[in-house]
């Protein structure tokens, strides 16, 4: 067992119910070891990177999974509005840490604030009849102003430690950072797959949804809290600024080239680990940001699905004859 692995398991009671997610990252690491060992990739011998990778990989799978029902529902910018009030979480995790030195995880402090400000652009749309953007709008002013107010209390130490949540930073994916994306991943899946038809139904027609006996405002909660998840998750590789790209963009470019729901689904999962891995692959290479250079995939992929889409659409209109081209007589 690695020399990590045992000091993680001796550091707290949060350590201890992240106990069985460690020993995943251990097997995942041995993993990759050996697959480095086999084909000679440098950036695989280092144990962050193994994380990193692992990280993105979830992200793939979250955000599109998740983007696909927001961008059905025309809420592409909701990502925006809980990413920066993740960041607020962040600066209260950092607060709290550098005044009273309570030494806990921001990125805990960022899920329950982006849940909170998920279930507060509800009620206020709810309560207030305002459009979903302007809802969105109050929350995200709300939460970038928290955010910069007590960094500017304490800027000494919170300036410094924050940048890597605002772009993103491969080499900062701690164990226990990456122990809790396992644990976000797997209630965000988990989650979906209990209840696709029915944020399926809703997604596409709510007053049918409540006619038939379906909790509209339920399902409505369910899909933004899920959406706070993915966001938090994603902020560790992809940063504040960048995060709502991966909900949009692999589902954007999905939709130019599928006919249906699941497979634009399935088609976005494929296109943002494809994104992620090159992303991570560049900016290691490169010496950029991982952040940035995925989502610059990202809508590299997107630019030839459109492309590609273009091509298939006159494919299909050449190949239907045109009406002046039948002869009535044969008929």
Not at 8 to 22: I, K
Not at 101 to 130: F, H, K, N, Q, R
Request: proline share 2%.
């Amino acid at each position: 067992m690695h020399v990590e692995l045992l000091t993680l398991l001796q550091a707290g009671p949060l350590d201890s119910v992240l106990a069985p997610f460690y020993w995943f990252l251990s097997l995942w690491s041995d993993l990759l070891f050996f697959v480095e060992g086999v084909t000679g990739l440098e950036f695989l011998q280092y144990q962050f990177m193994h994380r990193a990778i692992l990280v993105g990989l979830c992200i793939g799978v979250m955000a599109p999974l998740i983007g696909t029902f927001l961008v059905h529902r025309q809420l592409a910018l909701i990502g925006d509005a809980l990413a920066h009030t993740a960041f607020a979480g962040v600066a209260v995790g950092l607060f709290l840490n550098g005044v009273f030195s309570l030494g806990v995880s921001p990125y805990l402090t960022a899920v329950v604030v982006a849940v909170i400000a998920a279930l507060l652009i509800e009620l206020i749309s709810e309560a207030t009849d305002a459009y979903n953007d302007v809802s969105m709008a109050i929350v995200l002013s709300t939460g970038f102003a928290l955010g910069t107010v007590l960094i500017s209390l304490n800027a000494g130490g919170l300036a410094v430690g924050i940048n890597q949540y605002l772009f993103g930073n491969l080499s900062t994916v701690s164990a226990e950072n990456a122990a809790i994306l396992l644990v976000l991943f797997g209630i965000i899946v988990a989650t979906v797959g209990l209840t696709r038809n029915q944020l399926l139904y809703v997604t596409f027609d709510e007053t049918a949804a409540a006619v038939s006996g379906i909790s509209v405002t339920w399902y409505n909660r369910v899909m933004v809290m899920l959406t706070a998840l993915v966001v938090v998750g994603a902020m560790q590789i992809m940063g504040v600024i960048l995060v709502a790209a991966m909900l949009v963009v692999p589902v954007a470019g999905a939709a130019q080239v599928s006919k249906s729901f699941t497979q634009s689904l399935l088609v976005s999962v494929v296109l943002a680990e494809l994104a992620v891995l090159l992303g991570i692959g560049v900016s290691y290479y490169g010496g950029a940001t991982a952040g940035g250079v995925i989502v610059l995939v990202a809508v590299a992929i997107y630019a030839t699905s459109v492309i590609v889409g273009k091509l298939q659409e006159r494919a299909s209109d050449d190949s239907v004859p045109e009406l002046g081209s039948i002869d009535s007589t044969d008929a």
